[in-house]
């Protein structure tokens, strides 16, 4: 591998409004003067490119052009986008950013291999692999020669820029729907690995095949802990690093962590909305931006030969198993080491192309079987719901900025403006409850009656044939007994006829403990069904009373970070008030003390004025 020089994040700021007096851009482009006030002193802040919306496309040639070359070289590579961006930004970014590296890729490499993968991070930290569901739990695998992996990971294999744009689109919606309300304050990561097999003449080995990844990052929340998107991961990473502390067990922090210190070339976009001089989210934006553009990260070109690999870990494996034979008793660092080396060496088979490829279909064939045909009906018929409870969000999203920012006013407007809050809130409860768990409600009853009603139309088709059964068999008992000729004796004549009887119950017998077994089936059908809704509907509400205890601890935090600094500044006041006071008192007791010693002066002289001053005082 070549291991060059330590490089920074490059960092690229996008703000989204002009005209505003806080925020002026430096004369190169690259960088931010920010005022608070408008008598205060401007801070500046430096990065490597400043743009507005009407020039973000200048980031082509300056930050995203480069990090593609790169990656077509043999590196890792990641982009972070994060702040105020919208759906237009993250999906212009991303299309150009595709076209730029495959059509440097497939026109040269002969022997390729592309797959993609997307991941979703939801606010409580529950990471969702949007291509594969159903699969395992994700997790954390660190190979001494691959290096940082997701276990467990859905991939696809495409071929062209357009067909892993149009992927990347139906991930995006898929997110959307799942998350609903929540999926603004979601993030996701959407990679694209890249591997090709070298030409002879530039291989160190037989075999050996150069892997890049690209990492797409999109960011949710602020930089500021009272932001209403909540806070972004990465200033959580970046604090953390900062104090070099350890990442935690979750996904994200750690994938973020490795592209922001580990092996991969960076590239930060981070999209800020200035709002004037009371807003808090735009230095704490720009903060956390040119702290981000320090770190440091180590990209080296990723070779290696999977043969080679593999057998260097089998033949591993094969000497720690002759040592633990000869041993006698196993130790325990060797039995940790050898399921070590099991794990690598079935992450070294996962890797084979073909084993893959195999995968890959088989996710593009369940996505497929999966898309009903009611799917485009159920999301019109919802549409004039999603509609209004966007709105309710909009507009409970501005009389919170407008709160927040406005909080100091007089006590009736504050009051008046916490009944609409609280208004808009349970509107947008109301229309939830009746467009989401309505609708799963009614689908689950749906499906619930069906197979009841399938059940019983079973249950009746099995009782009809065998009535019929029954009644042939009478049929041809009567028949039988009016063909063969009866015993003279009356008891032999009974004794015949009972016994044709008793072929006819045996056979009702059977036919009885037949339909009982159905039934039992079917109840025993029921009650399997009941409890899988019932663990769903359970699911459900947990998930209703995570989210709103979230929401219930944000709006804590956020009316106490209020009533601290009313109280903070109640005590100023105080401090403020006792010291003018103190001094009011310094200057009366000056003027009594002038007072005594102009009487005392007068008095001495024996002017009649001194009587009159002592009268006064």
Not at 175 to 203: I, Q, T, Y
Not at 549 to 563: L, N, W
Request: glycine residues 6%; hydrophobic residues 35%.
């Amino acid at each position: 591998m070549n291991t060059p020089g330590a490089e920074t994040v490059r960092v690229g700021v996008v703000l989204t409004t002009e005209g505003n007096d806080c925020v002026v851009i430096g004369e190169e482009g690259r960088g931010v003067d920010y005022k608070s006030g408008k008598d205060e002193e401007a801070k500046s802040f430096s990065f490597d490119q400043v743009v507005t919306l009407d020039n973000i496309q200048s980031f082509h040639p300056e930050l995203l052009q480069p990090l593609t070359e790169v990656i077509s070289s043999g590196y890792n590579g990641a982009l972070l986008i994060c702040g105020a961006s919208t759906e237009k930004i993250d999906y212009s970014i991303t299309k150009q950013v595709l076209a730029n590296l495959l059509s440097r890729i497939l026109p040269v490499k002969e022997e390729l291999f592309i797959s993609l993968s997307f991941l979703q991070f939801h606010p409580d930290g529950s990471t969702v692999d949007l291509l594969s569901p159903s699969r395992q739990t994700l997790r954390l695998v660190t190979h001494p020669v691959l290096g940082n992996l997701v276990g467990g990971l859905g991939e696809v294999c495409v071929c062209s820029a357009e067909e892993a744009f149009t992927l990347y689109e139906t991930c995006r919606e898929t997110m959307k729907a799942n998350a609903g309300s929540l999926s603004s304050r979601c993030s996701s990561l959407f990679s694209v690995a890249v591997e090709w097999k070298l030409h002879p003449d530039e291989e160190e080995e037989e075999g050996e095949v150069c892997r890049s990844r690209l990492q797409l990052f999109s960011l949710a929340g602020g930089a500021s802990r009272t932001d209403l998107r909540g806070v972004s991961p990465l200033l959580k990473v970046v604090d953390q690093t900062q104090c070099e502390a350890t990442t935690s067990d979750k996904l994200l922090p750690f994938l973020l962590n490795d592209a922001l210190r580990g092996n991969s070339k960076t590239v930060l976009i981070y999209c800020i909305h200035p709002q004037g001089f009371l807003d808090d989210e735009t230095p704490s934006a720009l903060a956390l931006a040119q702290k981000a553009r320090s770190m440091i990260t180590k990209a080296t070109v990723n070779r290696w030969c999977p043969r080679a690999t593999e057998q260097e870990i089998r033949d591993d494996i094969m000497h720690l198993r002759t040592v633990m034979m000869s041993l006698g008793e196993s130790e325990t660092h060797n039995t940790y080491r050898l399921a070590e080396l099991t794990q690598n060496l079935q992450t070294v088979k996962n890797q084979s192309w073909e084993k893959r490829r195999e995968e890959s279909k088989k996710i593009k064939d369940k996505t497929q079987s999966c898309r009903t045909p009611n799917s485009n009906w159920r999301s019109s018929g919802h549409r004039e719901s999603t509609d209004t409870m966007k709105y309710l969000q909009e507009q409970l999203k501005q009389e919170m900025e407008e709160h927040i920012r406005e909080g100091k006013g007089k006590v009736e407007k504050v009051h008046e403006r916490v009944a609409r809050i609280q208004q808009l809130r349970e509107a947008l409860r109301e229309e939830t409850l009746k467009n989401g768990a309505a609708t799963e409600k009614s689908d689950l009853c749906q499906e619930s009656q069906l197979e009841y009603s399938k059940a019983q139309e079973r249950r009746r088709q099995v009782k009809d044939d065998h009535g019929k059964l029954i009644q042939e068999e009478v049929e041809k008992m009567e028949r039988d007994l009016a063909l063969e000729p009866l015993p003279t004796e009356g008891s032999q004549r009974e004794l015949l006829v009972l016994t044709r009887e008793r072929q006819v119950l045996v056979l009702q017998i059977e036919a009885l403990r037949a339909e009982a077994q159905q039934a039992e089936r079917d109840l025993q059908d029921q009650y399997y069904r009941h409890q899988t809704e019932l663990h769903c509907l359970r699911e459900e509400s947990l998930q209703v009373f995570r989210v709103f205890r979230q929401v219930s601890e944000e709006q804590r935090k956020m009316s106490e970070g209020r009533y601290r600094s009313v109280l903070l500044e109640a005590v100023q006041d105080a401090v403020y008030l006792s010291a003018q006071n103190q001094q009011l008192q310094a200057d009366n007791k000056q003027l009594r003390k002038a007072l005594g010693e102009l009487k005392d002066t007068l008095a001495v002289r024996g002017d009649p004025k001194a009587g009159m001053l002592t009268q006064k005082q």
